[in-house]
């Protein structure tokens, strides 16, 4: 079982930028698919982001301005946003699956393991 803890969410003008972290507890971290979803209010949580051995995935609105990336020394997944915008207004959360052999995951539903979320605030 890992736990999942992100920080990094806060208030920023349109068009600024963010970093998130989501560090991850346990000694096998290199072997979790990671990712990085998103609410906002009345919505559903929507896929953002993911990595595991076989590569990264982007849902199509966040491509070009996102990424995802990780620090398997420090346990940790990092969503690095850029040119954020109103509608990316939402709390974030950071996900984990086991995936030892890697695997492409791009839906929320496909992780096992979330994290409480930090708020990420854009205004206009």
């Known amino acids: 079982q890992v736990q999942l803890v992100e920080s990094g969410g806060g208030l920023v003008q349109a068009g600024g930028s963010l970093r998130l972290s989501c560090a991850a507890s346990?000694?096998?971290?290199?072997?979790?698919?990671m990712g990085w979803s998103r609410q906002a209010p009345g919505k559903e949580r929507e896929f953002v982001a993911s990595?595991?051995?076989?590569?990264?995935r982007y849902t199509d609105t966040v491509k070009g301005r996102f990424t995802i990336s990780r620090d398997n020394a420090k346990n940790t997944v990092y969503l690095q946003m850029s040119n954020l915008k109103p509608e990316d207004t939402a709390v974030y959360y950071c996900?984990?699956?086991?995936?030892?052999?890697?695997?492409?995951?791009?839906?929320?539903?496909?992780?096992?393991?979330w994290g409480q979320g930090t708020q990420v605030t854009v205004s206009s």
């Open positions: 996900a984990a699956k086991l995936a030892r052999y890697g695997g492409i995951y791009s839906s929320s539903w496909e992780f096992d393991y």
């Open positions: 990595m595991s051995l076989s590569g990264t």
């Open positions: 346990g000694r096998t971290f290199s072997n979790y698919a």
